[in-house]
Every structure is written in structure tokens, then in C-alpha cells.
């Protein structure tokens, strides 16, 4: 690989992956592409994330110019509006982002000589799960605006790829774990911080739907072995659930082995909620077939000490933290009531920008 594209790499999960790449294709051209929505969210970092690029752009995925395309030889497409409460306020949004203006980039990526396109999918696609673990030929029940533009993304990539066009779309667990961006809108790293911060650990949901999890460095080597795949190996086109087994928990369990971790934490459950219908159990075992060398190596237990300890050492004691920067749609919100962005979530003062055509 010579030349690499980063879509969305200024996000929670991007950091990591461009450490990641770093490492591993030390001789790589290393290019990010993001709105810088949440660039100023830093969460104890020692080094800007970005200074292990060899370029970063500031773009909107919905205009992304084709001469950047020229000479990339892969694109990882992590670039989205990205949980289901971001996808709920901004639904409109979150579909042409999500899926009109990745279908669109995939297309030209292929009409310029791109190679390679990893997608971060998500195990979300299978919404109500029902009992069994869900496998990658179950059938999907998106719920969200969110998990309906990964499922539109992953029907519309599939015709795209042949053998020289190789298309993964990673169906990623729920992810948590340290970044250089937290983010607290996710299911542990919420309870870690309300842990941290008040010794509660307050559930909205009677605890009982399950959650898949990965950690944001598993995914990060998930995304090398997508990259390295070719479409010998899998063929052109594969979807695969991106986790493992054992990461497999319901809600409940996951607050009780917080409390276990850290002393004194209080578990309270909603039991008048109504049901949480986004309740899934997920099948890994074709990931693990088919990557071996690149299964998931943390912990439950390290991962909660780690978001433990980073959280500390930024003295964090915010016990309303839900209304804060850490939370991703109030970020959003707050730039858009200081005027910064607009109702389509582009920057006010390039909102005048010819419109880029998604078809």
C-alpha cells in the first residue's frame, strides 16, 4: 500500500486506527478527511492524533474533491453521523452522509483505480435480535436511521466490487475503550464515567438487551486485516461480523463488572422502561476463521480499568456529564446554537459551496 485515505479519522475511533496504520505500513502516504466537527474534543492526549498523517485535509465527505482520489491505492471509510441519537435528531442528514455520499465516493474511489474499500459497518443492522446469535447470513432488522444507512450502504457497495475493486464491510460490535477522542455516549464508557465521576451507575433500560462490544484498538486491527484481505481470499464483496464471542454481554452484567472494578459504585436498573428493542447477541466465528492473526486482544476487565484510570488523570468529576462535550450530539448542538453549523450539518461559513451531485 502506498497511499491510504482516512475518511472520518478525526472522530472517537479514528485515532486509534491512524496509530494503528502508522505502525503497521510504516512507508505508507497516510491521508485524513474530516469535517474536524469534534477535533477539539482531546481527551489526554500527549500528541496530536493527526501528527502521524502525512496530510490532513479539512472536507466534507459530501464534497470530497476526485483529484485527492488519484493515486490511493485504499480508502477506509470510517466518515459518518454516528449513533442513533445523532441519527434520530439529524435523520435526513444522517442518510445522505452515511449512505448517499459513501455510495458515491465508492464509485469514484473504483472509477479512479482505488483497490481497496474497507467500510465500518455495524452489528446494529440486526436491531431486535431475538435469541440466537445473529451470523452474517441472518436477517437484518435495523431500527434506527443510523443502522438502516449501514444496512443501504452495504446492499449498494455490494455490485461495486469485482476483482479489482475489494470491498469489506466490517460489521463492528458496539464499540468502547481509551481514545484520544472519548466519547461517553456508549454503553461502558458511560458506566465507567458515571462510576468515576458520582459512584452511580444509573441504566435506562431494565438491563436485559445484550450488546456485542469491541475495543477501539481491535477494530484498528480489524481494519489492517480488511486492508491486507484481496478478493481472493473471501471474494470482492464481504460483509463479516468484527468482534468476538466472549464479548457478548447483556447491559445489567456489563454495570456489575464496573462495580466490581471500582469500589463502591452503585448499580440502579429502570425496570418501569419500556423494552430497549435494540437487543442482539451477534456469531464471530466467521472473523475468527478467516482472521486468525487478528482477533480481539483486550479485555472487559483491562478496558474498564483503562477508561478507569484515563479518566482520573483528567480529574474528571462531572456527574452531569451526559449534557456534556464528551457526548457527541451535544457537541453538534452546541455548534449549531453558537451559529458555527448549519441545520445540514456543513460549516456556516462555507455553507455556499456548490452542492456535490449523489448519485
Known amino acids: 500500500m502506498n497511499r491510504i485515505l482516512i475518511t472520518g479519522n478525526m472522530g472517537y475511533v479514528g485515532p486509534g486506527v491512524v496509530r494503528h496504520l502508522r505502525r503497521q505500513f510504516p512507508q505508507a502516504e497516510l491521508i485524513g478527511y474530516d469535517m474536524g466537527f469534534f477535533a477539539h474534543c482531546l481527551t489526554g492526549a500527549t500528541r496530536l492524533p493527526e501528527s502521524r498523517l502525512d496530510r490532513q485535509i479539512f472536507g466534507d465527505v459530501r464534497h470530497l474533491p476526485t483529484d485527492l482520489l488519484q493515486g490511493v491505492d485504499a480508502i477506509v471509510h470510517l466518515s459518518a453521523i454516528s449513533n442513533d441519537p445523532m441519527g434520530q435528531t439529524y435523520e435526513d442528514v444522517t442518510m445522505e452522509v452515511n449512505h448517499r455520499a459513501g455510495i458515491w465516493l465508492a464509485r469514484r474511489a473504483k472509477a479512479a483505480g482505488v483497490r481497496t474499500f474497507v467500510f465500518a459497518s455495524s452489528c446494529s443492522i440486526y436491531g431486535a435480535g431475538g435469541e440466537g446469535a445473529k451470523t452474517e447470513d ?170 478507569r484510570d484515563g479518566l482520573l488523570a483528567m480529574n474528571f468529576r462531572d456527574a452531569s456529564f451526559r449534557s456534556s462535550q464528551l457526548m457527541r450530539l451535544r457537541v453538534l448542538t452546541s455548534l449549531r446554537e453558537s451559529g458555527e453549523l448549519t441545520d445540514e450539518l456543513t460549516w456556516a461559513q462555507v455553507a455556499a459551496a456548490p452542492a456535490a451531485v449523489l448519485a
Open 138 to 307: 441472518s436477517e437484518v432488522n435495523p431500527l434506527t436511521a443510523y443502522a438502516r444507512s449501514k444496512v443501504m450502504s452495504e446492499q449498494d457497495l455490494r455490485p461495486l466490487a469485482d476483482d479489482d475493486f475489494c470491498v469489506t464491510c466490517l460489521r463492528f460490535a458496539t464499540a468502547c475503550g481509551w481514545s484520544d477522542r472519548l466519547r461517553l455516549d456508549l454503553v461502558v464508557n458511560d458506566f465507567v464515567a458515571g462510576a468515576v465521576a458520582s459512584g452511580d451507575i444509573n441504566i435506562l433500560s431494565d438491563g436485559t438487551p445484550w450488546r456485542p462490544l469491541i475495543h477501539v484498538q481491535d477494530m484498528a486491527r480489524g481494519i489492517e486485516w480488511a486492508l491486507r484481505r484481496d478478493a481472493s481470499y473471501g471474494g470482492a464483496f464481504l460483509a463479516i461480523n468484527t468482534g468476538c464471542d466472549a464479548w457478548n454481554y447483556q447491559v445489567r452484567d456489563l454495570a456489575h463488572a464496573i462495580a466490581e472494578i471500582i469500589p463502591g459504585t452503585k448499580v440502579s436498573l429502570n425496570a418501569a422502561a419500556p423494552p430497549d428493542k435494540r437487543s442482539y447477541r451477534v456469531d464471530f466465528s466467521l472473523y475468527r476463521d478467516m482472521a486468525p492473526e487478528y482477533q480481539p486482544l483486550r479485555t472487559l476487565h483491562d478496558t474498564i480499568a483503562e477508561l
